[in-house]
């Protein structure tokens, strides 16, 4: 069965998440997402937050920008969410905005050896491992987590070019695509995830959470078309929906037949009663979804 969420834009003020963690909690409501957008709002306090707030809801960060975090505190913090929190947090990590890192003096040379020595090392460290590397930009020295999860922990990468795509296949447990994407550009971003994964002999299963850019109700469908404008996808009819239930359904199945086990519905960011998106789409669009 296909999982289905909403993501909580950081353009909303922090203390607008508690009402909307409870609504989804209540709702039913699978996934609540967020994101650690330069200069809104923190992943991982927001997601501590949520998960505090709610009994089963389960609560994504995509993404955590690795350029601003030491590998081994991003790691303590996933477990200890994880230990708190056992099947209900999500964790993905990416290169981040590069402008962004810039801001912050941040800036990798290499963004992808950063990812990759980060994604590697955090891997590790919540497997429970002892951790010595002296890479290029993660170094790290007999370092081991007291409090590594019980049941393990997923990692995810955020993930838009091939060459990322390939290195989510290779060594991260499940990928998120960001919001913009068509029925098509999903299936070909699976089939980067894949070969990668063929490349190192995995077998093991590998979660694709796609985001996808919905809206109902009054003027839906002009908000849509402004939203795709102003992320530069304009003309691409596929890389959002607006309607009701049935609309947002179809739309949904199109994703999850082009490769995506989860799909995480993006409110526009006029959206007007984001808890109401909520309860739509836990209520109405959910029982549509096989």
């Given amino acids: 069965m296909t999982a289905l969420g909403v993501v909580f834009r950081p353009q909303l003020p922090p203390e607008r998440l508690r009402d909307v963690a409870r609504a989804a909690d209540a709702a039913g409501l699978e996934e609540l997402w967020l994101w650690e957008d330069c200069f809104l709002e923190s992943g991982i306090a927001a997601m501590a937050a949520a998960l505090a707030w709610t009994q089963r809801l389960r609560v994504g960060v995509g993404l955590l920008p690795v350029p601003f975090r030491n590998a081994a505190l991003t790691s303590m913090e996933a477990a200890t969410l994880h230990r708190l929190f056992p099947g209900r947090a999500k964790l993905a990590v990416g290169h981040g905005v590069q402008h962004w890192m810039a801001q912050v003096g941040a800036r990798a040379e290499s963004p992808m050896t950063l990812l990759t020595e980060h994604l590697s090392a955090m ?147 006029d959206e007007p009663d984001i808890e109401g998106f909520v309860r739509f789409v836990a209520e109405e669009v959910r029982p549509l979804i096989a």
């Fill in 123 to 269: 891997r590790a460290l919540l497997r429970g491992e002892r951790v010595t590397t002296q890479g290029r930009y993660v170094r790290l020295d007999g370092v081991a987590l007291d409090w590594p999860p019980q049941a393990g922990a997923a990692i995810y990468v955020g993930a838009t070019g091939p060459r990322t795509l390939r290195l989510a296949g290779r060594a991260a447990d499940g990928t998120i695509l960001t919001s913009g994407r068509t029925p098509g550009e999903v299936r070909r971003a699976r089939e980067l995830v894949e070969e990668g994964r063929a490349e190192a002999g995995r077998t093991d299963p590998h979660e694709v959470v796609a985001y996808f850019n919905a809206a109902t109700g009054p003027g839906a469908a002009a908000r849509i078309e402004a939203e795709l404008e102003s992320s530069g996808d304009a003309g691409k009819s596929e890389a959002g929906v607006a309607g009701d239930a049935q609309a947002v359904a179809e739309a949904v199945r199109r994703i999850a037949d082009a490769g995506a086990d989860t799909v995480i519905l993006q409110p526009t960011a």
